[in-house]
């Protein structure tokens, strides 16, 4: 396969008579450039477009720049076997490597976003989200954990979690320095997350529980005085044999732990992964009766639209008015 390059810069227009900007110069720019997005979003794209340009040349058609047709026809094909999403995406990974190139973007005709439209239309838009784990479940899970030194540290991935609606990629990116205890409980600063590229921070309050075996704050405690952490990483892989290991967990690893103990407990485990803990604050908090305000100060999702998908879910059965038929 001819690999048509995706550059994450194109080139600097010159005119008549300008200088000449110095190599390592033009460099620096590509690096912040390149900084301006996450990683994972950059290998997105390098995924996506790699996909695009292998399937231009199966079918003797040009990836860039690409007619506007061939863009619509490629999404329609991508569209018997993708989510809505990841067409997107797609389309995404294309506009990119044309304006990397200095060249319009073909995503914009009518025939495309036409298309898109009907995709939209025919396969609907709605998410495919994994189940929240409520009170009850993060009780189960808790219960089942185990009492050595993993289990010590699965309750503390999965309270801390759950306590402070953390995203998967927040709770394994936590160092030891991260975490300040004090008497009303455990303040957690997030350096970065999904949301704060920059890297601005945000700080966490995590309050003690009411009962010591699902405290959060006392559980983590508990965790950084048996393993011995002093810095760096506040979850690590564990061997088998219960040796603890310097490097951190990663994102799937949450998931595999939460989907290991939602197995234990008899739940459905399919059902679950790393985000449930997120989404299960934010639907646990709205039965409590939670507001709007309290829930976004520490989930940190900037849109109302957001985080009102979970307080939906938790209150479909507070305050609703089929209750008060008389049925």
């Known amino acids: 396969m001819t690999e048509t390059k995706m550059e994450v810069i194109g080139p600097i227009q010159r005119g008549k008579g300008a200088d000449v900007i110095p190599s390592p110069s033009l460099e620096k720019v590509r690096e912040y450039v390149r900084a301006s997005k996450a990683e994972s979003t950059l290998r997105g794209y390098r995924a996506d477009w790699n996909h695009f340009c292998w399937w231009c040349e199966s079918h003797r058609l040009i990836p860039l720049p690409a007619l506007p047709e061939t863009v619509a026809t490629y999404i329609a094909e991508c569209a018997g076997r993708l989510k809505v999403g990841s067409i997107q995406r ?72 759950f306590a402070g609606a953390f995203r998967r990629s927040e709770l394994v990116a936590l160092d030891v320095e991260d975490c300040g205890f004090g008497k009303d409980g455990l303040t957690v600063t997030l350096r970065r997350s999904k949301t704060d590229q920059e890297g601005a921070g945000r700080k966490v309050g995590i309050p003690y529980g009411s009962n010591p075996d699902t405290c959060p704050v006392r559980t983590v405690q508990t965790w950084m005085e048996a393993s011995a952490i002093v810095a760096g990483p506040l979850f690590r892989s564990i061997t088998r044999h219960g040796r603890l290991q310097s490097g951190r967990l990663s994102g799937i690893d949450v998931a595999r732990i939460v989907k290991k103990l939602a197995d234990r407990a008899g739940l459905d485990a399919e059902r679950y992964a790393g985000h449930s803990l997120r989404a299960g604050h934010a639907t646990s908090a709205a039965m409590a009766g939670a507001s709007e305000r309290s829930i976004m100060n520490q989930t940190g999702h900037r849109s109302v639209q957001m985080v009102r998908r979970y307080i939906r879910d938790g209150s479909l059965f507070r305050e609703n008015s089929a209750g008060k038929l008389g049925l």
Do not use: F, Y
């Open 90 to 161: 797609r389309l995404n990974a294309i506009a990119e490597a044309h304006k990397a190139v200095g060249l319009d973007s073909p995503t914009h005709h009518s025939i495309v976003t036409n298309t898109m439209k009907g995709i939209r239309r025919t396969k609907g838009t709605a998410p495919t989200q994994k189940a929240p784990t409520l009170s009850d479940d993060i009780r189960a899970l808790v219960d089942v954990a185990g009492d050595g030194i993993i289990g010590l540290r699965d309750r503390a991935i999965i309270l801390l979690g």
